[in-house]
């Protein structure tokens, strides 16, 4: 089975701090992706890769930066985290060409941020 | 406005009774897929429909997608407590698999 696990399921930061959260999968997929999630809005695509030290900005990359330095691994950063960045994170990964179909999704982070 | 777009965003139904969640999009679908996620946790994949007309069914839930592709529909038979949960609907918005998601319906079972 494919296992994406994120690094938190809960966190809770103060505002202006620097936050991590971290994403790892074990099925050598290419792409890697970074979601907000918040009522009423479904998911919103923050940050994507498709491969090791490639990166694109979604729909929302404002407030965040990434790191992907292992293939397996995927950073999202809140370089000064602000109260409106509250949300649940979510990570997903998908192989590419012959071995796309779904994204697998990780657990979720649940990020308040006070 | 939501590129993709559900309908209810909320659903509370009877043990028992089927229902029925849309998803409508103003552009043509190229692959549409449908996650169920329990509250607070992860999305979990249930179908994906890629060509017009295609129906796919798995257990009691039966997912559509119309001829013209812009539009799928959930159906769950015989609704059960294991039913409830929020489901989405995410549509690939052509390469590299970044896909686009509606706002989620919320289905509670009452017993």
């Not at chain 1, 809960?10 to 979601?35: A, I």
């Not at chain 1, 907000?36 to 923050?46: A, F, S, T, W, Y």
């Not at chain 2, 998803?23 to 897929?33: A, E, H, M, P």
């Not at chain 2, 119309?66 to 929020?86: C, F, N, R, V």
Request: charged share 25%; glycine share 8%.
């Amino acid at each position: 089975d494919v296992k994406v696990t994120q690094s938190s399921r809960y966190l809770v930061k103060r505002t202006g701090e620097k936050v991590f959260l971290e994403c790892v999968q074990d099925m050598d997929h290419e792409n890697m992706f970074w979601y907000r999630q918040d009522p009423g809005l479904g998911l919103r695509l923050i940050y994507f890769s498709y491969d090791v030290k490639m990166k694109e900005k979604g729909d929302i990359p404002e407030g965040y930066s990434v790191s992907r330095e292992k293939k397996e691994r995927f950073s999202l950063i809140l370089e000064s985290a602000s109260t409106n960045q509250t949300s649940m994170y979510l990570c997903a990964s998908c192989g590419s060409g012959a071995r796309a179909d779904t994204q697998y999704f990780g657990p979720g982070t649940r990020l308040t941020v006070l | 406005s939501q590129e993709l777009e559900q309908s209810p965003q909320s659903l509370i139904v009877q043990e028992g009774k089927n229902l029925t969640i849309n998803c409508t999009s103003s552009k043509t679908l190229y692959g549409l897929y449908w996650y169920k996620q329990k509250y607070g946790e992860g999305l979990i994949f249930l179908m994906m429909l890629q060509k017009g007309g295609e129906e796919k069914s798995h257990e009691k839930i039966t997912a559509k997608l119309d001829e013209k592709k812009q539009q799928s529909s959930l159906h769950i038979t015989a609704s059960q407590p294991s039913h409830a949960g929020i489901y989405l609907c995410g549509a690939d918005r052509r390469g590299a698999q970044k896909l686009v998601f509606g706002q989620g319906t919320r289905l509670t079972i009452n017993p």
